[in-house]
């Protein structure tokens, strides 16, 4: 065609020539010469042409070749896109299919909305990337969840395997059939729960709803409950929680094979291959179920037709080898491959399928997927504030102050935010709070996370449960990671497992919660994993993270079971390595290399969220409001990098999904404290003091969360009681948190005032508060002081290598410049910590208020201050010093004792012995209803007397670092209120209160 065009050209132009040249109509002659030479020059001419011409055609019409390809995997290490990327990278490497060498970038976020957004928006004409997808993929198109972003901004180039939806129940399993549980639901839908890996609205549940249709049952009426992912939901089919799950095939073979699962059905287009051949499917059963979990790939929008081409006849290629093959069956996956146009529209096709499902199942709004918005709502903030149900520092107190720093920073928020610190009873107080005081506050939101829902589920929080408020939505994750010390030799959650299932003591775990808080709780269920009895695993509780993490440095503990966030700069300096990840899929780096408990066939897994909920009568404007704002704040980029520098991972879930999502963890957490004989209360043996009065019911409230000192109180006494005999009826312990015992003070003046069987712990905590008026209207006067059973004392530490020396040496800096001197506590301003210190400069001479006190979220936390340096003097107890006394990292220069303390304090003088007038005794001690009778009274006067004198207590004291100090009666009733009116006096000298 080119050739000939060039002739007809060249024909036209000698004929020009001829005029041209002979000046009008040419002679033969003339003729002959002009044609002659025009021809020849012509003829080069056109010869040049060609080969130009031919050569910008070979050049166009040269296939795309690609030059340093990448694989986007929208998700963590980990997991089924992962997985697709990873695999397929590999066997296009290994097979040549693709020569330039390739690479997998992980870039999570927003089930995938990151990426896409990332490919559209920054890389949309990148010939050399494709991304993974899945049916995740396009269902969260569908739903609008990628938001402006849909299915035609982006190229879609194949499939290379499928998995396939099947319907499990567990072997003994009276549904026996698809027609068995077909005939259930047509009877009554609510009589068969169902439960998968996947929140509302995700693919385990849509799968459910498709099904439900084609049994003409109506979808809506179905029970259904949300998993953090399928092993969960698998886990609590074998339990029996759940009837059916609907997994894909994949996760449930290798329980089918061990005999523990039967498949009922597969929704599926044929029967799938041994060992699931046996299960009929939907369709040939006469219900039109489907569900296919392809394993493909987009690129970018403008990916040119060559690239296009290129990349989906490789996928093609490879999805045809036997090296494919081999991985694929290894991953679970049947061959499954769909490419170029044909699978372009497979995929438009589930997207407008998913969509009409979804709005036909009300998961969605319209005809079209709803795009989830800019907030748009009728409710403006005004005054908004975010509570943090906590001291400054801290997991809830970050949560308020950087969401609230992004929000304002963003504008997403136009109103200036506060954030108000509101501590107290493991967020019980705020939790009270918000329900009593301010149920319809519209501009408020308080800060949550598996603490909240774990307090609930274990009725701390009284007669407050998840239902009394709002859960608005979570914005990040922290995961709990196993650690160990850098020369352990516990190299991997192998050895653990070998060593625990050995000898279950062999092992040291040491967290920072209470027993029954969550770093406990993680262990517990890392035992039911391994098929450990947890109960029979040696914890020991800390004040925080960071006092557990200084211990398992100096080899005081074997395993700290944090969060990743804890140990993330020991494990980069070296000091500590992380056995296995208690997460979904593997953290990023540098903990990248490690392990899941799952990956490892452990199904141990604990999800920090940071999230947030709102009043209970909020309206479902502001509501809304909030979700959607808080939605749109997590996709931020300022938020990002807020929540990277906190050491949060990527985890949004809003609005609904987050509500159920709350209500399936408290639902698990009240399981698991169940089964772990955490919640549940035990009647004990009896005997008696001589009294006309004989208790019935005794019970000991411990005015705070399980574990601390109120707590410790309360179990040992009552434990000695009833060990001893000293008590004839069981004793049970009743946790009544908030108020720094306030709600516990109030609770007994107020409801049970006249209740015999009743005792109350107590200790200086107590009276401060008390006398600085914390417990409002109620007084000393309001209850009836029983007796002290043992007592800590304060005592003065330093760092071993501090150049404070003596409290000479200290009392020295003092004077010369009051604020030379860093004191750092576990309390706060005001606190118990605080008020030694003021105590001390009293003594001391100097102004009190001169003096620089930094309170912390608890002694172990200004411990690890005084370790590091950050602090100079730390004024704790004599209990929580000790171990590091022993261990030669601190020493103590005094002792505010009334007399020397035993080894090994007893070489550090007392303050007075130094000439410095300064004490602190913390009692452990009860007090008792008004009401209660003198013969009542009198009961418990001797029966802690006794108590207090056995050598079972004195046992139990020891270990709990307590002294002997026994006090009762009249005697401690006197002392109590000299001790608040001294309190009183020198909170108002400090300005601490108004006189």
């Known amino acids: 065609m080119i050739r000939n065009k060039i002739l007809f050209g060249l024909t036209l132009s000698v004929l020009l020539a001829l005029v041209v040249a002979c000046g009008g109509t040419p002679t033969v002659d003339e003729a002959v010469d002009v044609v002659s030479d025009t021809v020849e020059q012509a003829a080069d001419a056109a010869e040049e042409a060609v080969e130009t011409v031919e050569e910008v055609v070979e050049e166009t019409m040269e296939e795309f070749m690609a030059t340093s390809p990448e694989c986007i995997a929208p998700a963590n290490p980990g997991g089924g896109w992962d997985f697709t990327c990873r695999a ?10 693709v020569e330039d060498g390739f690479k997998v970038t992980n870039l999570p976020g927003g089930g995938g909305g990151v990426a896409f957004a990332t490919v559209v928006s920054e890389r949309n004409s990148d010939d050399n990337l494709f991304v993974a997808a899945s049916p995740a993929t396009t269902l969260r198109i569908a739903q609008g969840q990628y938001g402006d972003f849909g299915v035609d901004d982006v190229r879609w180039l194949g499939a290379v395997g499928a ?8 072997a003994d399993s009276d549904i026996e059939s698809l027609e068995d549980l077909a005939a259930r639901l047509q009877a009554d839908p609510k009589s068969v729960s169902f439960g998968g890996g996947s929140a509302v609205g995700g693919q385990d549940h849509m799968k459910v709803l498709v099904l439900a249709q084609a049994l003409g049952v109506d979808p809506l009426a179905l029970s259904y409950t949300p998993f953090d992912g399928g092993g969960e939901a698998l886990t609590s089919l074998l339990g029996g929680f759940i009837d059916v799950f609907p997994g894909d095939a994949s996760e449930v073979l290798a329980q089918v094979e061990a005999g523990e699962v039967r498949v009922i059905a597969a ?14 499917t939907a369709k040939e059963l006469g219900y039109d179920a489907e569900w296919i979990v392809f394993r493909g790939f987009y690129g970018p929008g403008d990916m040119s037709d060559s690239a296009f081409n290129y990349w989906s006849d490789k996928l093609g290629e490879m999805a045809a080898s036997p090296e494919w093959e081999e991985v694929a069956v290894q991953g679970g996956l049947e061959p499954f491959f769909i490419g170029g146009d044909e699978f372009e529209n ?14 036909d199942l009300g998961i969605i709004e319209g005809s079209a997927a709803a795009a989830p918005a800019p907030v748009t709502s009728n409710f403006v903030p005004s005054s908004p504030e975010c509570v943090a149900p906590a001291n400054p520092g801290g997991g809830w107190d970050f949560t308020c102050r950087a969401v609230v720093s992004v929000l304002n920073d963003t504008g997403l928020v136009q109103d200036g935010f506060k954030v108000t610190n509101l501590p107290g009873g493991g967020g019980g107080v705020a939790f009270a709070t918000v329900v009593s005081e301010r149920n319809s506050d519209d501009n408020l939101f308080v800060a949550a996370s ?36 850098a020369d352990s030799d516990i190299q991997s959650l192998e050895d653990l497992a070998a060593k625990l299932q050995a000898d279950p003591k062999s092992v040291t775990f040491g967290g920072g919660s209470a027993v029954g808080g969550q770093d406990h709780m993680k262990v517990l269920v890392l ?19 960071g006092e557990a993490l200084t211990s398992l440095l100096g080899g005081f503990i074997d395993v700290f079971p944090g969060d990743a966030s804890e140990v993330l700069a020991q494990v980069e300096a070296g000091e500590v390595r992380v056995i296995a990840a208690l997460t979904p899929e593997r953290l990023a780096a540098p903990l990248d290399d490690v392990p899941t408990a799952k990956e490892l066939g452990y199904d141990a897994e604990w999800i920090v969220f940071r999230g947030f909920y709102g009043p209970g009568e909020m309206s479902d404007d502001a509501f809304n409001y909030w979700a959607a704002t808080l939605e749109q704040m997590a996709a931020s980029p ?26 399936n963890q408290v639902s698990n957490f009240v399981q ?26 005794p019970e000991c409230i411990a005015p705070a969360n399980p574990g601390g000192g109120w707590d410790f109180t309360c179990r040992s006494v009552v434990g000695v009681l009833n060990d001893t005999g000293v008590t004839e009826a069981g004793f049970k312990v009743t946790n009544l948190p908030g108020g720094g015992g306030g709600v516990a003070f109030a609770t007994i003046v107020s409801e049970r005032g006249e209740d015999n069987d009743l005792i109350a712990a107590a200790s200086p905590a107590t009276t401060l508060r008390i006398a600085q008026g914390q417990y409002g209207d109620f007084g000393a006067d309001d209850v009836r002081w029983l007796g002290a059973v043992g007592a800590d004392f304060a005592v003065l530490a330093v760092a071993a290598d501090s150049d404070i020396q003596s409290l000479e040496d200290m009392v020295a800096q003092l004077e010369a410049d009051p604020k030379s001197v860093t004191f750092g506590g576990g309390s706060a301003i005001g606190g118990q910590d605080h008020m030694k210190v003021l105590v001390l400069s009293q003594a001391l001479g100097i102004d009190p208020l001169a003096l620089s006190y930094t309170p912390f979220d608890g002694g172990g936390e200004a411990l690890t201050s005084l370790l590091g340096g950050f602090i100079d003097v730390f004024p704790g107890d004599a209990s929580e010093v000790i171990a590091q006394v022993e261990a030669g990292e601190v020493r103590v220069i005094a002792a505010l004792t009334p007399e020397r303390l035993a080894a090994p304090l007893d070489t550090a003088p007392t303050a007075k012995e130094l000439g410095y007038d300064a004490e602190w005794v913390v009692f452990r001690g009860f007090y008792a209803p008004a009401g209660m009778t003198d013969d009542a009274y009198n009961y418990w006067v001797g029966a802690l007397e006794q108590m207090a004198a056995s050598d079972e207590w004195q046992e139990v004291a020891v270990q709990g670092g307590l002294e002997p100090f026994f006090m009762g009666g009249d005697a401690f009733q006197a002392m109590i209120e000299e001790q608040i009116d001294n309190f009183r006096q020198l909170s108002i000298d400090l300005g601490l209160i108004d006189s």
């Open 88 to 97: 397929v990278v590999s066997v296009l490497n290994d097979t040549g299919l």
């Open 163 to 170: 998995d396939f939806a099947v319907l499990s129940v567990a």
């Open 267 to 280: 929704l599926t287009p044929e029967r799938l291959a041994p060992p699931l051949d046996t299960a009929p």
């Open 346 to 359: 497979f995929i438009k096709e589930q997207v407008s399928n998913f969509t009409q499902l979804s709005v």
């Open 450 to 485: 598996p603490a909240t829902t774990l307090r609930i589920a274990q009725g701390q929080y009284g007669d407050f449960g998840a239902d009394d408020v709002r859960w608005l939505g979570a914005v990040g994750a922290d995961f709990a990671v196993l650690s160990v010390a």
């Open 527 to 545: 035992a039911q994993a391994l098929g450990v009895d947890p109960l029979a695993l040696s914890y020991t509780p800390f004040d925080g993270g």
């Open 638 to 663: 300022e938020w990002e990098e807020v929540a990277v520098q906190g050491g949060l991972e990527p985890f949004f879930i809003g609005g609904d999904e987050f509500e159920a999502f709350i209500n």
């Open 672 to 697: 698991l404290s169940i089964e772990l004989g955490l919640i549940e209360g035990e009647a004990a043996a009896p005997v008696a003091v001589a009294s006309n009065y004989v208790p019935e019911s």
